[in-house]
């Protein structure tokens, strides 16, 4: 929608930023290797609560001049219609990558292209929203009271719910198939699978007290802050495909959200990427040709964080090259390095583009039984591998980063 570089699309949360969640360690990762989108973020962040959100269009314009003040690079503004023949190339041209580079692509990797539908969630005006009957909290009070809360009892979770039933969605064109990515499905394809999907959801209200009843509400809709001045706020686990009408009609119906005024509606777009095992490197070099790296969703990751780390490793990785060296993975007991291996490693007739998660990397070779004791013990293992590899790279010392908590 505008000129600048790192629009964000769907949400404006990089998720969690604390060392037990996967996406925090991930995030702590690229600080210390001096992560210019990680930076940027952490200038621009807005309450969340524990997660890292940011004021999107001031993310996208702090990260075009942070780009454009780089020493030794140039902006090319024009469309890339095949892959580059450069010794030295970076293809990282996102979820919507135009037909003739899309087929391009398709025809260097030998197969056809992968692809699935992603969802946005809507975003409405902040003095649109009924502060009389929506509540402020973090579910268990983690993060002090970051997030609006719209609850609903079980007659007006009835009700929504056959709202959402009977809703029109948007058509999609007849070649298409509808493939959504698990961890981004519509609100509408979760509330098809049973009764209480989304109160295990999405809509779940563990954790929040409604301070009016004193009680846990049978559901609950969280809005969180997008932008700075928390005039704009987005309605948590909401993308959908339904039709621009329809979202007005049936999102109207959950308490606080009567006289909603919508900024931006949910819409679906097409995310393209490569089959990653069969044709990637846990560099993110491909196979075929060295020198050429895929970086972003094109490569086979899913969500802001892991297309940025990607990016990282695939300029790590050119950086060896242009040094005239092999380049060389992180290792595994890192997120960084668990990631590439993933993308790499993957049984290819089963491939989806995943998130990051403690699944990913090694277990610890003690066993621990709490689960947040076990996450923090592989994310400190994590750092500690991180920073005895980090010589081998040979970066520049970055800044010292705030560890995160």
């Not at 702090?62 to 469309?79: I, K, N, Q, S, Y």
């Not at 292209?113 to 909290?137: G, Q, T």
């Not at 040709?289 to 802001?304: H, I, T």
Request: aromatic content about 6%.
């Amino acid at each position: 929608q505008t000129g600048d570089l790192a629009e964000l699309v769907c949400s404006n949360s990089l998720r969690g930023n604390a060392l037990d969640q996967a996406a925090g360690l991930l995030k702590e990762e690229m600080r210390r290797l001096g992560s210019l989108v990680v930076r940027v973020a952490d200038e621009v962040r807005v309450p969340a609560g524990s997660a890292l959100a940011v004021d999107r269009g001031l993310f996208a314009r702090r990260m075009t001049e942070a780009v454009l003040a780089l020493p030794g690079v140039v902006v090319h503004r024009l469309e890339v219609l095949r892959i580059p023949e450069d010794p030295l190339t970076i293809v990282a041209t996102g979820p919507l990558t135009s037909d003739p580079l899309a087929a391009d692509v398709a025809a260097f990797v030998g197969r056809t292209h992968l692809h699935f539908f992603d969802a946005v969630s809507p975003v409405v005006e902040a003095d649109s929203i009924d502060l009389s009957k929506a509540f402020r909290a973090s579910r268990y009070g983690k993060g002090g009271d970051d997030y609006l809360n719209c609850p609903l009892d079980e007659t007006e979770y009835g009700a929504f719910l056959r709202a959402l039933a009977t809703a029109e969605c948007a058509t999609l064109h007849d070649f298409e198939k509808e493939l959504f990515f698990e961890g981004c499905l519509p609100v509408e394809v979760i509330a098809s699978r049973g009764e209480d999907t989304l109160r295990f959801g999405p809509m779940k209200p563990v954790g929040l007290s409604d301070p009016r009843t004193g009680r846990r509400p049978h559901a609950v809709v969280q809005l969180r802050q997008d932008n700075l001045a928390a005039s704009h706020w987005s309605i948590v686990g909401f993308q959908t495909q339904l039709k621009w009408g329809e979202q007005k009609r049936v999102f109207r119906l959950i308490p606080g959200l009567e006289q909603a005024e919508f900024v931006r509606h949910g819409m679906i777009h097409r995310n393209t990427y490569v089959n990653a095992p069969l044709t990637l490197e846990p560099t993110f070099e491909t196979r075929r040709r060295k020198g050429l790296f895929f970086a972003g969703q094109m490569s086979g990751v899913e969500g802001y964080v892991e297309s940025a780390a990607s990016g990282l490793l695939a300029g790590l990785g050119a950086s060896f090259r242009a040094r005239g060296e092999e380049p060389r993975a992180l290792p595994e007991d890192t997120a960084l390095g668990a990631l590439g291996r993933y993308i790499a490693r993957s049984d290819p007739e089963h491939y989806q583009p995943t998130n990051i998660a403690f699944g990913l990397l090694p277990e610890l070779p003690q066993r621990v039984k709490d689960k947040s004791k076990k996450r923090l013990a592989m994310a400190h293992r994590a750092l500690e591998s991180l920073a005895r590899f980090e010589p081998q790279l040979g970066l520049p010392a970055p800044e010292a980063p705030a560890a995160a908590g």
